[in-house]
């Protein structure tokens, strides 16, 4: 089944990043974030959780981001808007056209 889906309401300007680890000259690594494209994208909030880690309340949306079909789209990748960061943690084709990807992502909000 096709998916019918309007480009034009890719109206964010998202940049794509992936970790890179950076050599400390102590034997470990920094992870740090390099950019690999920018790109248009449509972000739908799917769902929002307030949990408590280390005696603080920190809250998760959870968000459905539709971006133009592009290779070497993956978990563990995150794009960003500014100062938000969503964390990918899925991709798919919706129909299995090569047209689009959405992402699950997860965003912390403090």
Known sequence: MVVFFDPGQMTVRLLLEEPVNVPDGQGGATKTWAEIAAMWAKIEPVSSMVTE??????????????????????AGQRLRKGSRLFVVKLVQDPDETGRYLTCLCEEDVG
């Open 53 to 74: 880690r280390a005696g603080a309340e920190i809250g998760t949306i959870t968000h459905r981001i539709w971006l133009r079909f592009r290779e070497g789209v993956s």
